[in-house]
């Protein structure tokens, strides 16, 4: 299940019409009580740096715009929602 994809020519026609593939509006696939109904569900997200509160960031370095915004927090809520479900934030050593 997806929002949207990127890739070569050789993976979009994989894709192309395959059942094994589902497509849905993004207010669909990141709602967090639509991950949740996933048991077991692990949502692993990377971080640029996390302070001593536990705040973490993931989409800039200082002022300028390191990566894309939306999905993570929802990710984190949802799968911290699932019935055995966890949430991690990786960062690099």
Do not use: K
């Not at 509006?25 to 009580?33: I, L």
């Not at 996390?50 to 949802?78: H, K, M, N, T």
């Amino acid at each position: 299940v997806s929002g949207f994809v990127l890739g070569s020519r050789i993976i979009l026609e994989y894709i192309d019409n395959n059942p094994m593939f589902e497509f849905h509006r993004t207010s669909y696939v990141n709602d967090p009580f639509v991950i949740a109904q996933n048991d077991l569900m692990i949502a692993i997200n990377s971080a640029i740096e996390v302070d001593l509160s536990g705040q973490v960031c993931a989409d800039s370095i200082g002022a300028r715009p390191y990566s894309g915004v939306g999905g993570q927090l929802d990710f984190v809520r949802g799968a911290s929602r699932a019935r055995g479900g966890r949430a991690i934030i990786a960062l690099p050593s």
